[in-house]
């Protein structure tokens, strides 16, 4: 069984917005895997542990996204890929899933697809929903749980519900996204570190992966981003209203007024 993970490189703590320009101010801050992807990863492993799978990770992102394919290396994947291009720059996540179902159906498809629920970076949980419908593969959000059944080709998993849980069975290939009760990520060992050194990265261009270029980057996004500012802080002084009961009511409508 073939199993692909997708990881993101996300800022590392809290990114502050430039006052001058409204861009992030990415200088100094460290650079980490997605946490939801790390839950993701450690499924897949756990997964070709206890199957005869390989585990590919890939990201897409700029050359340094290299640093979050050794530390999955380190982690027990096999197999990284680096997707990266300029033609990729300021996709939305339909254009970002368009390139990753390209990169992964060049790389031989898959078995099975884990994702993070969501990145804690960009927070749409759209990314797993989206791919799924690029590749025309059936997909199940919020999972905590999966069972695989490789003799009947079939997965039992358990999706997070508001009130509960819900057992589903899905036929492979399938695509899941796994929230934080699924698992608890293992440290990468010293051997994996040495492995993931040396190993291998490739990358991937928006010719590698034969990408229409009407779907990719700017060009390929619906979506964008037309401004960006940090909210003023609002005033956190209270405010003591006095008087009868009649008097504060007055005073206490009045103020909500604006804001109904």
Same mark, same amino acid.
Not at 81 to 91: E, H, K, Q, V
Not at 179 to 199: D, H, Q, T, Y
């Given at each position: 069984m073939k199993i692909v993970v997708c990881v993101k490189q996300v800022p590392e703590g809290n990114v502050r917005l430039d006052p001058e320009t409204n861009n992030l101010c990415r200088e100094g801050v460290g650079a980490v895997i997605n946490p939801y992807d790390l839950h993701a990863l450690e499924e897949a492993v756990r997964l070709k542990e206890e199957h005869s799978c390989t585990v590919t990770v890939i990201s897409m992102g700029p050359p340094q996204a290299e640093d979050v394919l050794r530390e999955s290396l380190a982690r027990g %994947? *096999?197999?990284?890929? &680096?997707?990266?291009?300029?033609?990729? /720059?300021?996709?939305?996540?339909?254009?970002?899933?368009?390139?990753?179902?390209?990169?992964?159906?060049?790389?031989?498809?898959?078995?099975?697809?884990l994702c993070g629920k969501l990145a804690i970076d960009g927070d749409t949980a759209q990314v797993g929903p989206e791919l799924a419908s690029w590749l025309g593969i059936p997909h199940v959000a919020a999972v905590r749980?999966?069972?695989?059944?490789?003799?009947?080709?079939?997965?039992?998993?358990?999706?997070?519900?508001?009130?509960?849980?819900?057992?589903v069975e899905v036929e492979y290939p399938a695509l899941f996204t796994v929230?934080?009760?699924?698992?608890?990520?293992?440290?990468?060992?010293?051997?994996?570190?040495?492995?993931?050194?040396? %190993? *291998?990265?490739?990358? &991937?261009?928006?010719?590698?992966?034969? /990408?229409?270029?009407?779907?990719?980057?700017?060009?390929?996004?619906?979506?964008?981003?037309?401004?960006?500012?940090?909210?003023?802080q609002p005033d956190s002084r209270g405010r003591r209203i006095e008087g009868t009961a009649e008097e504060q009511a007055s005073d206490l409508a009045e103020i909500l007024s604006p804001l109904i």
């Open positions: %994947a *096999d197999h990284g890929y &680096l997707i990266c291009d300029r033609a990729f /720059a300021g996709s939305d996540t339909l254009a970002t899933t368009y390139t990753l179902s390209r990169a992964i159906e060049k790389i031989g498809g898959a078995d099975l697809i749980k999966v069972v695989l059944t490789a003799a009947d080709r079939k997965f039992t998993v358990e999706r997070m519900m508001d009130d509960g849980y819900e057992e929230v934080r009760e699924i698992n608890k990520p293992r440290f990468s060992s010293l051997k994996g570190k040495m492995r993931a050194k040396k %190993a *291998d990265i490739p990358v &991937l261009t928006s010719k590698d992966i034969e /990408a229409d270029d009407r779907y990719v980057g700017l060009r390929g996004s619906p979506t964008w981003v037309s401004g960006v500012f940090a909210p003023e």
